[in-house]
């Protein structure tokens, strides 16, 4: 190892080290980062992923900015993609289980391979289209630029047998023709030989890694170094590209000249074109293999920047969770609670701001943790293997023309269509039908939520409406309170059994301003409509 190479491991190293356990707070583009993920969803339709709805609704996008601390762009889009599909399969999520462990206790061999991720960093282009769509080699190109080139070599060559006087008009014409195409083409693929370079750094971290001949990561070994075998032929012509004026130093305009002279960054680009089209399989691999490894590591430093964290207990087929002491990752200093749920619903009750759909979010996320980085945030988690799903925040959509009620009734009917599998559907609820008429909405949701228990889902529901504990008979029923007082809002954020016994609207709305006139006449209008219910 050189000088310079050394100088620069340390400063990773250092920078590494600095960061491990610590959340990283760079800006992240969702839109590039769910690539991978959409192109992977249209290879394999039929994998279940967890949809855009129920992703919104956990506020994952939050929840990702907290764990990721990967340190390449393969590694940030894995991450991405492993989160959206929670494993429903004992091995696979076993063996990942084994691995953050290892990388969380092996300090000296992950830190070895984070210095080659480091050293690979993050790609802005997006370099998914080369591996995953199709990129035009085109041959015609490809044969007049080696064409141009060759006359180059030629006229050059020539020199010193026909003099300079014979050979300088056409060779100044064919270096003009040739820079004009040097300086068009770069205006035209830049972006793509940029992609194309980092696709060959890619190779070259892969084929390092594979080298180090890690045991505990042999399966991702093996397969790194099968495929950067057959890819190592990219990688090298991609040492060809962007090559630029260096620092603009005499040497650089030296080797840009030589370049124009004989296209040799074109050339190279249509070549390595043409190998990419031949070897996706194999780049596919390398990109998801590399990017797994990453993120991996990733969850083993979010582990280690946690107070508190425990591995879940997984059974296949089963439909409960018993859940202790258990917070949602974004709160800090969050109020933990316990419940266990054993086929059987939930109603949760209770007024507005008082904690239920905080609940069903942290239920949600450590559930959908537990099947991907196999760690939660509580003390302790036992549950089954479920495909989760949800409707907590259906909007408005004004640019579609849908209600609140059309898009709710959508997520609703998702949620159903899903159910009946032989893996047990995990559902969230805020509020079914809140965007239509008290005696439509209470009577679909109770015809709901019977549906959804007697076709092997595992459902919580949070509402006000109390009918619903009453007419409902597989669902148990919990719920939060408040108090409020002249001194304000108080919350304890605690789940308890049973129905919410307290009412709050009305007392929010005098604590922060409403006209006297509004609250008793409203107050007034509650008591007499519950006197006519007692009555009748």
Same mark, same amino acid.
């Given at each position: 190892?050189?000088?310079?190479?050394?100088?620069?491991?340390?400063?990773?190293?250092?920078?590494?080290?600095?960061?491990?356990?610590?959340?990283?707070?760079?800006?992240?583009?969702?839109?590039?980062?769910?690539?991978?993920?959409?192109?992977v969803?249209?290879?394999?339709?039929?994998?279940?992923?967890?949809?855009?709805?129920?992703?919104?609704?956990?506020?994952?996008?939050?929840?990702?900015?907290?764990?990721?601390?990967?340190?390449?762009?393969?590694?940030?889009?894995?991450?991405?993609?492993?989160?959206?599909?929670?494993?429903?399969?004992?091995?696979?999520?076993?063996?990942?289980?084994?691995?953050?462990?290892?990388?969380?206790?092996?300090?000296?061999?992950?830190?070895?391979?984070?210095?080659?991720?480091?050293?690979?960093?993050?790609?802005?282009?997006?370099?998914?289209?080369?591996?995953?769509?199709?990129?035009?080699?085109?041959?015609?190109?490809?044969?007049?630029?080696?064409?141009?080139?060759?006359?180059?070599?030629?006229?050059?060559?020539?020199?010193?047998?026909?003099?300079i006087?014979?050979?300088?008009?056409?060779?100044?014409?064919?270096?003009?023709?040739?820079?004009?195409?040097?300086?068009?083409?770069?205006?035209?693929?830049?972006?793509?030989?940029?992609?194309?370079?980092y696709?060959?750094?890619?190779?070259?971290?892969?084929?390092?890694?594979?080298?180090?001949?890690?045991?505990?990561?042999?399966?991702?070994?093996?397969?790194?170094?099968?495929?950067?075998? /057959?890819?190592?032929?990219?990688?090298?012509?991609?040492?060809?590209?962007?090559?630029?004026?260096?620092?603009?130093?005499?040497?650089?305009?030296?080797?840009?000249?030589?370049?124009?002279?004989?296209l040799?960054?074109?050339?190279?680009?249509?070549?390595?074109?043409?190998?990419?089209?031949?070897?996706?399989?194999?780049?596919?691999?390398?990109?998801?293999?590399?990017?797994?490894?990453d993120?991996l590591?990733?969850?083993?430093?979010?582990?280690?920047?946690?107070?508190?964290?425990?591995?879940?207990?997984?059974?296949?087929?089963?439909r409960?969770?018993?859940?202790?002491?258990?917070?949602?990752p974004?709160?800090?200093?969050?109020?933990?609670?316990?419940?266990?749920?054993?086929n059987?619903?939930?109603?949760?009750?209770?007024?507005?701001?008082?904690?239920?759909?905080?609940?069903?979010?942290?239920?949600?996320?450590?559930a959908?943790?537990?099947?991907?980085?196999?760690?939660?945030?509580?003390?302790?988690?036992?549950g089954?293997?479920?495909?989760?799903?949800?409707?907590?925040?259906?909007?408005?959509?004004?640019?579609?023309?849908?209600?609140?009620?059309?898009?709710?009734?959508?997520?609703?009917?998702?949620?159903?269509?899903?159910?009946?599998?032989?893996?047990?559907?995990?559902?969230?609820?805020?509020?079914?039908?809140?965007?239509?008429?008290p005696?439509?909405?209470?009577?679909?949701?109770?015809?709901?939520?019977?549906?959804?228990?007697?076709?092997?889902?595992?459902?919580?529901v949070?509402?006000?409406?109390?009918?619903?504990?009453?007419?409902?008979?597989?669902?148990?029923?919990?719920?939060?309170?408040?108090?409020?007082?002249?001194?304000?809002?108080?919350?304890?954020?605690?789940? /308890?059994?049973?129905?919410?016994?307290?009412?709050?609207?009305?007392?929010?709305?005098?604590?922060?301003?409403?006209?006297?006139?509004?609250?008793?006449?409203?107050?007034?209008?509650?008591?007499?409509?519950?006197?006519?219910?007692?009555?009748?």
């Amino acid at each position: 190892m050189n000088i310079i190479q050394s100088l620069w491991n340390g400063k990773a190293l250092r920078e590494i080290r600095a960061k491990w356990g610590m959340k990283d707070n760079r800006k992240r583009n969702f839109d590039n980062m769910k690539d991978l993920f959409n192109y992977v969803k249209e290879e394999k339709p039929n994998e279940f992923y967890i949809n855009d709805q129920t992703w919104l609704d956990l506020n994952m996008d939050e929840v990702f900015k907290e764990l990721d601390k990967t340190l390449s762009t393969p590694g940030e889009q894995a991450f991405y993609n492993l989160l959206r599909r929670p494993l429903i399969d004992e091995k696979r999520l076993h063996n990942r289980k084994e691995l953050i462990r290892f990388f969380e206790k092996s300090t000296d061999i992950r830190e070895a391979v984070q210095v080659e991720l480091f050293k690979l960093g993050k790609q802005e282009i997006g370099i998914l289209p080369l591996i995953w769509g199709q990129i035009d080699g085109n041959k015609v190109k490809k044969f007049s630029y080696s064409f141009m080139a060759l006359m180059s070599t030629a006229l050059i060559v020539a020199i010193p047998f026909l003099g300079i006087s014979q050979v300088g008009f056409p060779l100044f014409m064919i270096l003009l023709f040739n820079m004009m195409i040097h300086y068009r083409e770069k205006k035209i693929t830049m972006g793509q030989q940029s992609s194309v370079k980092y696709l060959g750094a890619i190779i070259n971290t892969a084929d390092k890694i594979a080298k180090m001949n890690i045991g505990e990561i042999n399966q991702y070994e093996e397969a790194l170094k099968n495929c950067s075998a /057959k890819c190592r032929k990219i990688a090298r012509r991609t040492a060809f590209l962007n090559s630029g004026a260096l620092n603009g130093d005499l040497l650089g305009a030296l080797v840009e000249y030589v370049y124009i002279a004989f296209l040799v960054e074109e050339r190279a680009f249509y070549s390595v074109i043409d190998e990419i089209n031949k070897y996706k399989p194999e780049l596919k691999e390398v990109y998801l293999t590399l990017g797994e490894i990453d993120a991996l590591i990733s969850a083993s430093s979010y582990r280690a920047g946690l107070e508190k964290y425990v591995e879940p207990e997984l059974q296949m087929g089963k439909r409960f969770i018993e859940a202790e002491n258990i917070v949602h990752p974004l709160i800090e200093k969050a109020i933990a609670n316990s419940i266990t749920i054993d086929n059987r619903g939930v109603i949760l009750t209770g007024s507005n701001m008082s904690g239920k759909s905080t609940f069903l979010r942290t239920l949600g996320v450590n559930a959908l943790l537990a099947q991907t980085i196999y760690t939660c945030t509580a003390d302790k988690y036992h549950g089954g293997y479920f495909r989760i799903i949800s409707s907590i925040s259906p909007d408005d959509n004004l640019m579609s023309g849908k209600s609140y009620y059309l898009g709710e009734a959508e997520a609703l009917l998702n949620i159903i269509r899903s159910c009946n599998s032989e893996v047990p559907l995990l559902s969230f609820i805020d509020e079914i039908f809140r965007g239509t008429n008290p005696v439509e909405r209470v009577s679909a949701a109770v015809e709901i939520l019977n549906y959804l228990i007697a076709n092997n889902a595992l459902v919580l529901v949070a509402t006000h409406d109390l009918e619903l504990t009453k007419m409902v008979d597989a669902y148990d029923c919990y719920y939060f309170r408040e108090d409020v007082d002249e001194s304000g809002l108080k919350f304890d954020y605690l789940i /308890k059994k049973g129905v919410s016994p307290t009412r709050n609207a009305i007392r929010i709305l005098k604590y922060i301003g409403y006209p006297d006139d509004i609250i008793n006449k409203a107050e007034d209008r509650i008591s007499n409509n519950e006197e006519v219910a007692a009555a009748n």
